[in-house]
């Protein structure tokens, strides 16, 4: 009973002692994965614990995480028993993010500098005064002496000169010190944008991780805890660089990473993963399929009024790059680019560009061209992904040789799915599309239908030093009334393909400065005065 007392009164006045030790970890992060819409950060510390129950915490954790994805794990020479982690809020007195303290400190700066210009300004504006009330008495003397009919004209020449001389100096450098503080004025406002779009949504909120572990006896600890954050995210960006004449397209792969997290990821190593955490692992429940017969409540007057009025209204809202080739892994069902080098990337929101992979692929060249539409014929590059990964979706910018012709969106391509890809229009194949005839009259016997015949030609010229093969898309209508009938059509010559909506192919190579023709007609007959839609 003694010993339980003396345990009992050890407890109480000592009880932080007889709970735990505590460590404050320095910590710092040594690698991310980032996903589309988050990322996984993993942090670590060297820590050198005692035997017995203990504590470390890990300070300054950004107020993005998710609470529940927190998991510690470590390494040690010695026997180690995790006992469990907890996540707690932390008040800062400041800012935590270097950035942020960064462009705090600059605005000061500058704001310094305008005081001192100002402060220049004034100086000035006392001197021009000065300068102006001695430039009047000495007018008001100089008249004196006209009067008197003894005036010294050369001396006050000279010293109205100087007067003149001083007083433009002043007024330039007024005008000079004034649009230097229009311009630091506009970099403070581009400085305090930039803050507020960094800054957290909490700047002043952050988290911290407490670790309880137990240790068998004093040795050295290296502690990693991971967790995830929100306001992270990474996507796909190519180049693609068509070279007709070796038959190859380039392929970039490349990166762009945003991060709002509220750290900054200094000399980490990065993953990017296709993966998507926050979409569901399995698929949603099928509810029953139930018919029934609806009866429409009655809405009382005012009331549908009322509810269009407060209905919200839809808006559309309208890069440092490094280069290195990334390592490219499959997880299970996602693959992952692995960038080979610790990058550093800050948490301020503006992107950054990573290279993924330089490939070239096979491509087969050839035009396209829809003439009704656009008199323009587009190269087109035909490849088969023969890349080790599919092509996710995304921005692609578009290159012939080293010109640049526009931008696209590439849509996602399985491993050995054919692609078909268009960098623009070549000026060197003419095309035009012409309506050649279009003639009304009656048909039948009574004259109680009326017909208009239609007749086209498409001319192609192909004025390059080589033969190209093109594609001429266009089309005949089609009826869907019996009333309406589609007759006589002719082609010349006639076309590779034709759907049942009355799209025609044809497919032509065309020798150097040669030209190539279709024409093809067709008659339409409908009921005397129809409003016919389509004509």
Known sequence: MKKLF???????????????????????????????????????????????????????????????????????TIQIKFLGVEIEDQFLESPSLPEIKKIESQIRELESEISKMSEEIDILNSQENFIKSIQSKTAEKASQEITLAKPDLLSWEKAMGFFESKLKEIKKS????????????????????????????????????????????????????????????????????????????????????????????????????????????????????????????PVPKGLMEEKLAMAPVREEIGVSIEYAEAEISETGLHLNFEIPRKVSIPSDGSPHKFPIDFSKLTSKFDYITVPKLVESAFLRGKIKNTLPYPIISGNADIFISNEFVGSTNLPFTSKDEELSLFFGRDEQIRVKYELVKKERGKAGLLGGRERIKFAYRITIQNLRKNEIEIEVIDQIPISQNTQIEVKDVNFNPQPDKKDEKGILSWFRKISPQAKKEITFEFTIEFPKDANIRGL
């Open 6 to 76: 003396l345990l009992l009164f050890l407890f109480i006045l000592f009880p932080f002692q007889a709970l735990s030790d505590e460590i404050v970890a320095k910590s710092s992060i040594e690698s991310v994965i980032i996903y589309s819409d988050r990322a996984e950060v993993v942090r670590s510390a060297n820590l050198r614990v005692k035997p017995g129950f203990q504590t470390i915490i890990f300070e300054g954790l950004p107020a993005s995480i998710i609470p529940n994805s927190v998991r510690v794990s470590g390494s040690s």
């Open 174 to 297: 007024k005008i000079e010190l004034n649009r230097k503080i229009d311009d630091t004025r506009r970099e403070i406002d581009a400085l305090k944008k930039k803050l507020q779009s960094i800054t957290p949504s909490k700047p002043l909120e952050a988290k911290k991780a407490i670790v309880s572990i137990e240790a068998e006896k004093e040795g050295d600890l290296k502690l990693n805890l991971s967790y995830t954050t929100r306001g992270s995210s990474w996507s796909p960006l190519y180049n693609l660089r068509a070279l007709p004449e070796e038959g190859e397209i380039e392929f970039y792969l490349f990166s762009k990473v945003t991060q709002k997290s509220g750290e900054d990821w200094k000399n980490v190593k990065v993953l990017l993963s296709t993966s998507s955490p926050s979409l569901e692992t399995s698929p949603p429940p099928l509810n029953p399929w139930i018919l029934d017969i609806y009866v429409p409540r």
